[in-house]
């Protein structure tokens, strides 16, 4: 068939990837080129790892994108309605853009936070792995933010590098049922991690981390979790953003200004700032490739429906767990309700390590059959929920 339509998708994490390969394997007519800034695609969620040293995060695109896909290695500089522009010169016309450029690192409010390491994307880990190796041995390294991303950072590191001091500084696993929290305490006291808890960072100094308290925690490296930022590129192309900088789009992911922009990720539009995306009306969009493959699916099927003159659904997105690897051979998968909300059951210990690794792989696993063009059901109508579409 004819190529009638050309569909631009500026990034290619998971939404990204997720949604160039829905519109190529379902709609023969329309042509979908890829920009990012490597050929590679990167899994964030094994990023703890490459800066322990514990595994690799990294995927050549061309085995993971839909053979008609056309990958352009660069940047975005401007969006329009029917043109993105890139660093080097290149102008791409297009029918419709996707808007999947995901997040990076916060700087945040702390003092001295340039100071410290991150594991939002791939150099930043593989700085900290760099400067781990480097670092004499019974080093003190200072985890800030016992999140999901603190305890996965903080307990990989506690075992693949014993010899030095871990130290994490937060409420681990606050908003996860009293039993959860309990085992993520037994697990970080077996893995001789310190617990600072109630307690926050007032600046990072030269050797230390100083908490409002007024105590000093000695610091050969610190590693900072909590917070991201989203790029700019939003703002500076004149879209409609909140105060964050993330593309504001309406409940089918179309940008609320009703321009052929949709914007796919896994931010959290209400509570700080998580991915580049805020969806006006939904406050569950926790960060993870449980929010960020639906999401993709689902703008893909939007692009489609604007591409043909037609109103596109609603998005219908429901949750099922919260994995978390506690080092290799530990891990919690705490069973959830579709608005995110914790539930009482959950698996802990040796069998929760396994299910993490094997749901981690099942993600690139589904995301290489759809490159093969074996479309994803959620055809049947806007109450299909992610969990029929995803993994995580």
């Given at each position: 068939m004819t190529t009638q339509f050309h569909?631009?998708?500026?990034g290619a994490g998971y939404a990204g990837v997720m949604a160039a390969n829905r519109l190529l394997a379902e709609h023969p007519e329309v042509a979908v080129t890829v920009v990012n800034p490597r050929p590679v695609f990167v899994e964030r969620v094994r990023l703890h790892q490459v800066a322990a040293g514990s595994g690799t995060a990294t995927h050549e695109l061309s085995d993971l994108l839909h053979p008609r896909a056309t990958l352009h290695v660069g940047s975005a500089v401007r969006i329009e309605s029917h043109a993105v522009s890139l660093a080097d010169g290149t102008v791409l016309p297009c029918d419709a853009v996707i808007y999947a450029v995901g997040s990076t690192s916060g700087t945040g409010a702390i003092p001295g936070v340039e100071k410290a390491f991150s594991v939002a994307d791939l150099d930043s880990a593989t700085a900290l792995h760099d400067a781990l190796l480097e670092a004499d041995d019974y080093a003190s390294v200072v985890v800030i933010g016992a999140g999901l991303t603190g305890l996965e950072t903080v307990t990989e590191l506690a075992q693949s590098h014993p010899r030095h001091t871990l130290v994490l500084v937060g409420d681990p696993g606050a908003a996860l049922p009293e039993t959860t929290q309990r085992y993520i305490l037994r697990r970080l006291d077996e893995l001789g991690v310190q617990v600072r808890s109630g307690t926050r960072v007032a600046?990072?100094?030269?050797?230390?981390?100083?908490?409002?308290d007024?105590?000093?925690?000695?610091?050969?490296l610190v590693v900072r979790t909590a917070g991201f930022s989203v790029p700019d590129l939003a703002r500076r192309s004149g879209l409609p953003v909140d105060d964050d900088g993330r593309l504001r789009v309406r409940d089918t992911l179309q940008a609320v200004d009703g321009k052929p922009i949709v914007g796919v990720g896994d931010g959290?539009?209400?509570?700080?700032?998580?991915?580049?995306?805020?969806?006006?009306?939904?406050?569950?969009?926790?960060?993870?490739?449980?929010?960020a493959m639906p999401l993709g699916i689902h703008g893909a099927d939007t692009v489609w429906q604007l591409l043909q003159g037609r109103e596109p659904a609603p998005l219908s997105l429901g949750f099922v767990t919260t994995c978390i690897s506690l080092g290799r051979d530990r891990g919690v998968v705490q069973l959830?309700?579709?608005?995110?909300?914790?539930?009482?059951?959950?698996?802990?210990?040796?069998?929760?390590?396994?299910?993490?690794?094997?749901?981690?792989?099942?993600?690139?696993?589904?995301?290489?059959?759809?490159?093969?063009?074996?479309?994803?059901?959620?055809?049947?109508?806007?109450?299909?929920?992610?969990?029929?579409?995803a993994h995580v």
């Open positions: 569909v631009v998708v500026v600046r990072i100094d030269d050797g230390s981390v100083v908490l409002d007024g105590t000093a925690v000695p610091a050969t959290m539009p209400i509570v700080g700032v998580g991915d580049a995306v805020g969806v006006d009306g939904n406050d569950h969009l926790r960060m993870s490739c449980q929010a959830s309700a579709r608005d995110d909300t914790p539930v009482r059951w959950a698996v802990r210990g040796r069998l929760a390590a396994p299910v993490k690794e094997a749901i981690v792989r099942g993600t690139i696993h589904t995301m290489q059959l759809q490159a093969r063009g074996r479309a994803l059901p959620s055809r049947r109508g806007p109450d299909t929920s992610a969990r029929e579409k």
